[in-house]
């Protein structure tokens, strides 16, 4: 069965530090999500994707934060200077008719 | 008010209980309905879609009342596996599930023998 994939599975960075989360879609699916969850908290959107553009995103997805999808396989989000409470789980979800879930990377920010 | 707003919970039941869980949601825009399933630090998982005529999936029954903006499942002959985290999730997006996901906060359910 098709499956959302992403890496780094845990990722540790220093405060201020630019980190790359990758996520690779199910091959046929053309709508692409981020959202993250804080530990013990719900899960919450961060920004959808569709035709190489952003077709939504939430306060959460301020200028610290961008998607791209560099090569029509992979879809990333960068968060150019991480802070302590971008400390969570991310999930990248992509969508034909339901919205299938990534494995997610934990992010520590120090 | 919350947009989605789950019972609390916990819930920790005997193998081969019934048990059921509620949900209300805000935004009467709302058109698609979901319930996942999340185990410890894991993803979400669909469980299944909630139809206004209600549906069945085995032991799962889910309900809609898009009158009173109200969702439930009910889990039959609970089994030790169905201990996880059930979310209610409601999309806004017009008869497609393309939009963004609203998630509830999450009930847990544990099952013992």
């Known amino acids: 069965e098709p499956e959302v994939t992403q890496t780094p599975s845990h990722q540790v960075t220093q405060m201020g530090q630019e980190v790359i989360l990758r996520c690779v879609p199910i091959?046929?699916?053309?709508?692409f999500y981020w959202y993250r969850q804080i530990l013990g908290q719900k899960v919450e959107f961060l920004v959808s994707?569709?035709?190489?553009?952003?077709?939504?995103k939430s306060e959460i997805f301020d200028d610290q934060f961008s998607v791209e999808r560099p090569d029509g396989s992979n879809f990333t989000l960068k968060i150019r200077s991480t802070k302590l409470e971008d400390s969570a789980m991310y999930f990248c979800a992509s969508n034909a008719d339901t919205q299938y879930f990534g494995p997610g990377t934990r992010l520590t920010v120090l | 008010r919350k947009e989605v707003e789950q019972d609390p919970g916990p819930f920790n039941v005997p193998e081969g209980a019934t048990v059921a869980f509620n949900c209300t949601y805000s935004?009467?825009?709302?058109?698609?309905f979901f319930w996942y399933r999340q185990d410890c630090r894991k993803e979400p998982k669909l469980l299944m879609s909630v139809y206004s005529s209600g549906n069945e999936d085995g032991r799962f029954t889910a309900q809609l009342n898009r009158a009173s903006q109200y969702i439930s499942l009910l889990i039959r002959d609970s089994k030790l596996s169905d201990s996880a985290t059930y979310l209610c999730?409601?999309?806004?997006?017009?008869?497609?599930?393309?939009?963004?996901?609203?998630f509830g906060q999450g009930t847990i359910l544990t099952v013992h023998p």
């Open positions: 999730v409601v999309n806004i997006a017009g008869g497609t599930s393309y939009g963004k996901l609203t």
């Open positions: 935004n009467s825009a709302s058109q698609s």
């Open positions: 091959s046929n699916h053309l709508y």
């Open positions: 994707f569709y035709n190489n553009e952003i077709s939504e």
